[in-house]
Each structure stands twice: as C-alpha cells, then as structure tokens.
C-alpha cells in the first residue's frame, strides 16, 4: 500500500497571507488528523476528520480549519498567518474504527515569514 | 486528560537492548498506551500499542505493569538506525493523541 502523501512538502508564506496543505490518506483509511509541531510546543492535535465530518478538534484559534472530501483527502487552511504558524504540519491517517493506529505522512514544512 | 511522563534523554550502546520508560498513572481502564517514534524531520512512525498484556511484534515488546501506570518498551538490539525520540502515548479520545516530550534515545557505537 502507498503511504500518507502530503503536499507540498516545503512551503514560504508572508504574514497575512493564507495557506492550504493537502494530505492523501492510505487507501481504505477514513480517519485524517492533523498535527503541528514546533521545537517549543512540540506535537499538538489540531483537529481529525472522518467520514468527511471533524470528530474531534484540539485547542487552537478559527484560523486553523479544515476538511475532508469523500475519498478520505484532507486539506488543512490556515488564514491570517502569524509568525508562530511557523511550524512541520504532519497528517495522520487510520481506519478510524479499531484501535486507531495511526500512520503520519512526512509533513509539510511551513515558513512565515 | 491521561498523560504520559518520560526521561528527555537515554543513551544505549549498539547491540545491547535499549528499555524506555514511561508513566502514566492516570490512565483509564480502556485506553491503550502506543509507542511512536520519530526520527529527525520525518514524521513519527508507529511501534507498538497494547491495553493490559505484555505484547511482541518485529520492532519492539512492549510491557505493561498489572496497574497499568506505567510500561517499558524494548527495543532488543539497538542499531544506530534506533536514534530517535521515542513517544509514549495515550489516547486522549477518538485520534486525538497526546505526545508529550518524549524521550531522545541516542544509541553509542
């Protein structure tokens, strides 16, 4: 099976500006989670999708939204980017119904500057 | 929210078996404990998970006390490939896992 595919793996963003990062779950996975990490804050859940509805959400501003389409792809956007939205953003994928094991893509490298 | 305690740093030597500890005293009865990994800017790779039993597969073991607070993953014989942070997890609910710092495993030559 092919494994989690992020795109675009490395990106640059102005203050201001507004970004959307892609993720293809393993084929037959339902479950997309998404995930910041930073060296100051280390991992944190953001938010997961499954069956194109958002089953759980972590603590983070408006700003940080997403969804998920009917083949399990997920997109995560980001509005008004801050400097501390400088982060590695990692999705997760996972059957969703068991014991939620869970396989991260590589992550996309945002820069704000 | 369970959460998970882990030493920031260990170091092993190649070959020899490299023990990880973790805490997690406030863990409910159904939640599992998973083990990920992460080497350097990549994303975290899965290990191992379990509930009560002790459990084996081709990466690592797994033990997990009788009460449950605490566990020990075993990596048997530790490789320079092994280097890496190593998460102890516990599901705070659905997919949304908790990481903590976990613990940066340097294996010696």
């Known amino acids: 099976k092919a494994g989690v595919t992020q795109t675009p793996r490395y990106l640059i963003k102005t203050r201001g500006q507004q970004v959307t990062l892609s993720c293809s779950p393993i084929?037959?996975?339902?479950?997309v989670s998404w995930y910041q990490q930073t060296p100051g804050q280390g991992l944190q859940f953001l938010f997961e999708?499954?069956?194109?509805?958002?089953?759980n959400k972590g603590n983070f501003p408006g700003r940080f939204s997403g969804r998920q389409f009917s083949n399990s792809r997920s997109e995560m956007n980001v509005s008004t980017l801050e400097l501390g939205d400088s982060a590695l953003y990692l999705c997760?994928?996972?059957?969703?119904?068991?014991?939620?094991?869970?396989?991260f893509g590589p992550g996309t490298r945002l820069t704000v500057t | 929210d369970a959460k998970t305690t882990q030493p920031p740093s260990m170091d092993c030597a190649e070959g020899r078996a490299a023990n990880l500890p973790c805490n997690h005293s406030?863990?409910?009865?159904?939640?599992?404990v998973y083990w990920y990994r992460q080497i350097h800017s990549q994303g975290p790779q899965y290990i191992i998970h379990?509930?009560?039993n002790n459990e084996t597969n081709e990466m690592a073991s797994l033990i997990i006390t009788e009460d449950r607070k605490s566990s020990t993953l075993i990596l048997p014989h530790a490789t320079l490939r092994d280097t890496a942070v190593y998460y102890c997890?516990?599901?705070?609910?659905?997919?949304?896992?908790?990481f903590g710092t976990g613990t940066s495993l340097t294996v010696i030559p």
């Open positions: 997760a994928s996972s059957s969703g119904v068991s014991t939620y094991e869970q396989y």
């Open positions: 084929s037959g996975h339902r479950s």
């Open positions: 999708y499954f069956s194109e509805t958002q089953r």
């Open positions: 406030t863990i409910s009865g159904n939640e599992y």
């Open positions: 379990g509930l009560k």
């Open positions: 997890i516990v599901r705070v609910t659905g997919n949304q896992f908790y």
